[in-house]
């Protein structure tokens, strides 16, 4: 018997304007300084268009599925994961979305697992398997998946499936018994399969690995005229599936697949709604959510990958260059790491949640430089006319953050009781100087 395992990443982040249209000159407070980098005008339109393109359809569509072969042996069962930091903009700007989300939740069939509340790249930041920052946007993820979902997620998916050893062990030692991972060949050995559960040395959790080859013929070929097997039905797809050898088959894409970046005039929808019978018509093959497949099967070997070679699913070369793989990145990321130091010395509520919200993936991969010439999947997705006006945003943004952090904590210091002599204390100003090299 084999089994499918689909699981979607449903994510927008919360984009902050062009470098040129940010002045945090005259902002003395958080509440200032949110309102003069975050561009919810564009984020809610965005959401508004992705929710009628992608979110009310897909969702439907999966419902309907699930009703259909409720009464049926082998059931139609599917998995998310949802940012707290989506959860909250379907809060503000779109709750009937969030609410076909409740309601997948409560089918029985649909598995929701744990990721980073604002995903972000925190799990670089510490040292062995403590990573503080990491565990605590996990925590605060899975506590607002408890209480919008009343559900409690089993299995964690990191930030675009970023994975090394140590963070695996992070993850375990958080209580989850599974993990997602990118299948890519060189962790493989070129003899194992991603069609079978693994775990990492030293550790227990089982590492579900994505088959990148058949999750990319229906997120990313589906609609391209040059696939040698277009155009892509579900029966000729199931065929696919059911010539798998493994145990497990795991399809794991963006959700924003369906009506998004595959437009419904390609006939993705019809495809979606026609999978679950093609598959399910095999008398071998069925759907189960991760922790089911986790539960199912045994762990069949070892796979390692290093801090020195964490893979992900991004781009060809399936590593962290996507997000630190120039310099302008590598600067945000630093800057991050140094300003939350002074942040989380504040005890500001808001300072830290503005903080947080900037360490979203997506400002450092809207910097990528790598293929920008190339027009390719990068510009695609980015809201910015180059990587310099988001890098140019983001330093405004961090530097600003920087100075109201100290504000705040001189505020916050005690007078002394006996007079002293006043001594002149130098301005610290909001103007950052920096230099970007050509990657």
């Not at 707290?84 to 309601?103: A, M, P």
């Not at 929808?269 to 093609?278: C, M, R, V």
Request: aromatic share 12%.
């Amino acid at each position: 018997m084999s089994s499918v395992c689909f699981y979607f990443q449903v994510h927008q982040p919360r984009r902050i304007n062009a470098g040129h249209n940010i002045n945090t000159r005259d902002c003395k407070t958080p509440e200032e300084l949110e309102r003069a980098i975050f561009n919810d005008k564009k984020n809610k339109e965005v959401l508004k268009k992705v929710s009628e393109k992608c979110y009310y359809p897909a969702n439907q569509t999966m419902l309907e599925q699930i009703d259909l072969y409720k009464s049926q042996k082998k059931k139609f069962k599917i998995s998310y994961s949802l940012p707290g930091l989506f959860i909250e903009s379907l809060e503000r700007f779109d709750k009937n979305v969030l609410e076909t989300f409740v309601q997948l939740a409560k089918t029985g069939c649909v598995e929701f697992l744990n990721e980073t509340y604002y995903h972000s790249l925190s799990a670089f930041w510490g040292k062995d398997t403590q990573r503080p920052e990491f565990a605590e946007q996990a925590k605060l993820n899975h506590q607002k998946i408890k209480e919008i979902l009343g559900v409690e997620p089993k299995v964690f998916r990191n930030t675009e499936l970023l994975y090394n050893d140590r963070i695996a062990e992070t993850v375990e030692k958080m209580g989850y018994i599974g993990m997602l991972a990118e299948g890519i060949e060189w962790i493989l050995e070129g003899w194992k399969s991603p069609e079978h559960i693994y775990h990492p040395p030293n550790s227990n959790l089982a590492i579900l690995l994505r088959h990148y080859s058949l999750s990319d013929d229906m997120s990313y070929r589906f609609s391209a005229r040059w696939f040698q097997h277009w155009p892509v039905t579900a029966e000729k797809y199931s065929s696919w599936v059911a010539a798998c050898q493994g145990e497990t088959i795991n399809l794991f894409m963006d959700y924003e697949t369906f009506g998004e970046h595959q437009w419904h005039d390609t006939g993705i929808f019809n495809f979606l709604k026609q999978l679950p019978y093609e598959i399910l018509k095999w008398d071998h093959v069925e759907f189960l959510t991760p922790s089911e497949t986790i539960q199912k099967y045994p762990i069949r070997g070892t796979i390692s990958v290093n801090e020195f070679s964490t893979i992900s699913w991004a781009d060809v070369e399936r590593d962290t260059s996507a997000w630190l793989g120039n310099n302008m990145q590598r600067l945000l990321f630093s800057e991050l790491e140094r300003v939350g130091h002074i942040v989380k010395e504040t005890n500001n509520q808001h300072l830290l949640n503005i903080w947080r919200t900037l360490q979203t993936s997506d400002h450092l991969y809207y910097c990528c430089t790598k293929h920008w010439a190339d027009g390719d999947v990068h510009k695609y997705f980015s809201p910015y006319d180059s990587p310099q006006e988001s890098f140019e945003g983001m330093i405004k943004a961090l530097a600003q953050l920087k100075v109201i952090a100290r504000n705040t904590q001189n505020s916050t210091i005690p007078k002394e009781t006996t007079e002293k002599p006043k001594l002149e204390q130098p301005q610290e100003t909001h103007t950052v100087r920096y230099e970007t090299q050509r990657c």
